[in-house]
Each structure stands twice: as structure tokens, then as C-alpha cells.
């Protein structure tokens, strides 16, 4: 099978869907698929030596003349059987042209909630990473695939130093309003052990003001950039998750894999994920609070079956296989097969 993935997010991004885009490309190449991936160069370079990597310009406007002439040459070269839209710019730009290329079959990956998505009309399916944004998407064609990572292991001592005192609480993202970090420190003044984020962005002063005006500069801690996230999560005794919106929570996914207990935030992946009573509504502080004093051996003990979910269905081995399973679905059928 010869598969084109584009993705046009900024050279500059490094999130989910980037993660997604390189952890995809690589797996489906070691699975024999011939890929060619488009994208920005800076999220090629990522990839293995048997991906096909064609730059592009990515900060273009999706209905770009250029970037048009640039997807129009690839598709009539390349003899795709199948073309992967990696998020809802690279979906916008493809859907206007997959009229022309009939014997290609068009899928597109959805990682955010949007006020407007693709046209499904135009694509054999759209692959969704959780099953709130399918519903939000609200098409037969959606389909939930969600995100695999690889498994945590942690390397070295457990970094006891920068965690604090029992229970010791880890949180991990960019320090930026969409994450919540605001209301968990909020709700950590009347929670008890300690609190650690992992994480930089814009918001960090704001944070470590309000941190020095609740007084609890001896109990959270920001850690900045962090590269050795599985060994604070060994160090840690459970996860917490402050989103106030997520497409999926990769952070969920990781605590679950690495053994960890975790509480969050009503949003994906973990609303589908862990029992009723560890969620709470977004923006809510005292249910943060609540949460936060649950005990965690309560937590460990009521989140095993969720554990065994993840080490099945949250791995880079199952997001390949069900969307090799999608590729031959569409493709079956194709004109010309």
C-alpha cells in the first residue's frame, strides 16, 4: 500500500498531533506501508529513513494557490492508494481536491473540537481520538482511533527531591490557560502533600505569582521544561489532569501505562477512560479539591480495570493495527482494485 500523510501545522508546533504524525509514520513503515509524509521540515526530521519526507511550506493559509499546486503535483506523481490528512487544516486543504483524484481513497485524523470540521462527504472515513470529539463530529464516517504512545519506563532514581512530601502529585503541560493550572493551585490550598508541574509556556509567571500569594511555595513547585517525564512520574504517587478542553490527553494515557493513578478534569480521553467519581467538571475548583484529598490507594484500586484497558488499547501497536484495519477497509473497494 503507497500512503501520502500531510500535516500543515508550523514548524514551531510540538504537541499532540505532532507526536501523533511522527509515532504514525514511523509504525506504519515498519509495518511495510510505503509513506511519503508533507509537512512542515522541521517535523520531518523526526521520521525513520524508510518514510518518503517531502517539505512544504506550512504557513500558508489552507486555501493557499501554492499550496494547492504543491498537493495537486504530489497526488498525480506519487500513485497514492490512500492520502492521510493529519488535523483540520491538511482535511480543508484536501478536501477541495479529493473530487479530482476519484482511484484515491481520503481519511483524515481529527485531534481537536472545532466549531467547523472537514466536509466527511469528502472523505471514505474520519478517524477521531476520542469518542466525545466523534460524537462532536457527529458522522457515520467518524471513527475512533485513539492515540497510542509507547510505554513508560523510567531510567535512573526516582527524582524524590523535586516531588515534595507524600502525597506527592505530578501534573504535566504547557503553562497555558487551556490546561488549567490556574484552578488546580486554587485547589490545591486546601489539598493536602505536595504539587508538581512539569511544564513551561506563557503563563508561568502569573502562576508562580499566584503560587506566592496563596502561600504555597513550600507545596507546589513549577519544574519548568522537564525532558525526563517518566522519571517524575515514577517519583510521583499519582497524576492530575486540570484541563479546562483537551482532543486527548496523552498525559492520561501515559499516567495509565506507567501504573499510576490519576484524577482530571471532564475531558477527553479520561472522561471515557476512568471511573465516574475521579472527574470533575472543568473549571471547578472544589471538585478539584475533592479529588485531590481522594486516597490513593482508593484510587490504584478502583482505576485496575482502566490500567488493563490502557496496556491493550493505548499503545503504538494498537493504533497501528486499527488504522492499517481502516486503511483496507477503504481501499477494498477502490476504483481499479
Request: proline residues 6%; glycine residues 6%.
Amino acid at each position: 500500500m503507497n500512503v501520502l500523510m500531510l500535516m500543515l501545522s508550523p514548524g514551531s508546533a510540538n504537541g499532540g498531533m505532532e507526536k501523533h504524525f511522527t509515532e504514525l509514520a514511523n509504525g506504519l513503515a515498519a509495518s511495510g506501508v510505503s509513506i511519503t509524509c508533507l509537512s512542515a521540515p522541521e517535523h520531518l526530521q523526526p521520521l525513520g529513513e524508510s518514510v518518503h519526507r517531502c517539505p512544504i511550506k506550512t504557513g500558508v493559509s489552507r486555501y493557499s494557490i501554492t499550496l494547492h499546486a504543491t498537493l495537486i503535483k504530489a497526488l498525480r506523481t506519487g500513485k497514492f492508494d490512500l492520502v492521510h490528512a493529519q488535523g483540520s487544516k491538511a482535511a480543508a486543504a484536501l478536501q477541495r481536491l479529493s473530487p479530482f483524484f476519484p482511484r484515491i481513497r481520503f481519511v483524515a485524523t481529527i485531534h481537536n473540537f472545532k466549531s467547523r470540521y472537514p466536509d466527511a462527504r469528502r472523505f471514505s472515513r474520519i478517524l477521531a481520538v476520542s469518542h466525545a470529539l466523534a460524537a462532536d463530529i457527529n458522522h457515520p464516517k467518524a471513527t475512533v482511533v485513539y492515540n497510542g504512545i509507547h510505554p513508560i519506563t523510567a531510567q535512573g532514581p526516582a527524582l524524590q527531591e523535586s516531588m515534595g512530601n507524600h502525597p506527592r502529585w505530578l501534573a504535566v503541560g504547557r503553562l497555558v490557560h487551556a490546561k488549567g493550572f490556574d484552578l488546580l493551585i486554587e485547589a490545591f490550598d486546601k489539598a493536602p502533600g505536595t504539587l508538581a508541574i512539569a511544564g513551561d509556556g506563557p503563563d508561568r509567571d502569573a502562576l508562580q505569582t499566584r503560587i506566592e500569594q496563596l502561600k504555597l511555595n513550600d507545596r507546589v513547585t513549577l519544574l519548568g521544561h522537564r525532558t525526563d517525564i517518566p522519571q517524575l512520574m515514577a517519583a510521583a504517587d499519582a497524576i492530575v489532569i486540570s484541563s479546562r478542553r483537551e482532543g486527548f490527553s496523552y498525559v492520561c494515557a501515559e499516567a495509565l501505562l506507567a501504573g499510576k493513578p490519576l484524577i482530571s478534569t471532564d475531558v477527553p480521553v479520561a472522561n471515557e477512560l476512568l471511573p465516574p467519581d475521579h472527574i470533575c467538571p472543568t473549571n471547578d475548583v472544589s471538585g478539584l479539591s475533592r479529588l485531590l484529598a481522594t486516597p490513593i490507594g482508593e484510587l490504584e484500586q478502583a482505576q485496575a480495570i482502566t490500567r488493563d484497558f490502557a496496556a491493550r488499547e493505548l499503545t503504538i501497536q494498537s493504533m497501528i493495527e486499527k488504522t492499517l484495519r481502516i486503511y483496507h477497509e477503504v481501499t477494498l473497494n477502490a476504483p481499479g482494485t
